[in-house]
């Protein structure tokens, strides 16, 4: 059974990378096997992915037909099509009039975990049960969460995946065993995407590679949304100092911030956010990063403008905003337009 969630990631079973998790991981399978693991980590880069692999080793592992020949591709068919018996995936449920993905887990998601591990295994093994963004759990959802690692059920297994460690109850962290992911190498993360790699030109990919920052998911979201041409009409907004600027800026806001279009706003957002972590970098350390050239003239120039004191208040101001414009009903064309004003008004 897997619960409909939206926006899910690619999902497959092919796992690169993340070698000391995995060891940690068959260690304990071989030894003894925790009910309840938290993969913390980055957005997008394969904790899901890691908790679907591992899910598939053990259903087509220990259900009692390991030796039959094919059992391991009906297990993985049954996980991919989101149809396995024994599967359960619960994550933030989407907005039934504008299909956004809402800011919590409800209470009712957790529960279907409960009546689910209830049921006797359908194919013979263990029962597996994977939660997503673990940190937007409300506050009834995570105790019912913890209720559910207090009295685990045999040959249950529950993965918790989170950006966010630090966000979960202290004694719903203290009941699992916790794994750490870090972003791919660029090698591993163009392994991962190569599928997605063949039709572009080769400047393309190293921005790609540059914007993804080790995240698989970042990557394909951004080939998704056309983030690349996104990225190059930011830069270029930041870039331009002429009298025509403001309307850039106007047209750019509008055109990203138009409703009903989150997932591109959201990539915008992430695009302003990670400009203004290099940002705040190079005014600590002196060091610059570039995505695409001419960034480095650029940062370097909105550097000398202010102290880093200021710069932390225009990421805090920017991330609260735009937080606000994606779960709220702030005007995402306005609070677009009013954070990039703070980056050009800094050239």
């Not at 409909?4 to 998790?21: F, K, M, T, W």
């Not at 009013?338 to 050009?344: D, I, N, P, S």
Request: glycine content about 8%; overall charge positive; aromatic content about 6%.
């Amino acid at each position: 059974v897997m619960a409909v969630i939206a926006s899910e990631p690619q999902q497959n079973l092919r796992l690169v990378g993340h070698e000391s998790a995995q060891d940690m991981f068959r260690h304990a399978v071989a030894t003894r096997l925790h009910h309840a693991w938290l993969l913390h980590g980055p957005d997008g880069i394969g904790k899901t992915t890691f908790a679907l692999h591992y899910a598939h080793f053990l259903l087509s592992g220990a259900a009692g037909d390991a030796g039959v020949p094919g059992a391991a591709e009906r297990h993985a068919k049954l996980i991919l099509s989101g149809a396995h018996p024994d599967l359960l995936m619960v994550g933030r449920p989407a907005d039934e009039k504008t299909g956004a993905l809402k800011e919590e887990i409800p209470v009712d998601s957790v529960r279907a975990i409960t009546d689910f591990f209830r049921l006797t295994p359908a194919m013979g093994g263990w029962r597996i049960a994977i939660v997503q963004d673990t940190e937007r759990l409300g506050r009834s959802a995570a105790n019912a969460l913890l209720k559910i690692l207090e009295e685990p059920p045999s040959r249950s297994l529950i993965f918790l995946t989170t950006v966010a460690r630090g966000r979960l109850l202290p004694t719903l962290r203290s009941r699992c065993r916790a794994l750490a992911f870090a972003p791919l190498t660029p090698l591993q993360l163009q392994n991962v995407l190569r599928p997605h790699l063949a039709d572009l030109p080769p400047g393309d990919v190293d921005m790609l590679l540059r914007l993804a920052a080790g995240s698989p998911g970042r990557a394909v979201r951004i080939l998704e949304h056309d983030g690349l041409q996104i990225y190059r009409d930011l830069l270029s907004l930041l870039q331009n100092s002429g009298p025509e600027q403001q309307s850039a800026l106007i047209k750019f806001s509008q055109n990203i911030g138009a409703k009903g279009d989150s997932d591109r706003f959201a990539l915008t957002t992430q695009f302003c956010e990670d400009w203004l972590a290099r940002l705040c970098h190079l005014v600590a350390t002196g060091e610059v990063t570039e995505i695409a050239g001419g960034e480095g003239q650029l940062l370097r120039r909105m550097a000398a403008i202010r102290p880093l004191a200021n710069w932390f208040e225009v990421v805090h101001n920017c991330k609260k905003q735009f937080a606000a414009a994606l779960y709220a009903s702030l005007d995402r064309k306005l609070v677009l337009m009013q954070c990039l004003q703070q980056f050009v008004a800094a050239r």
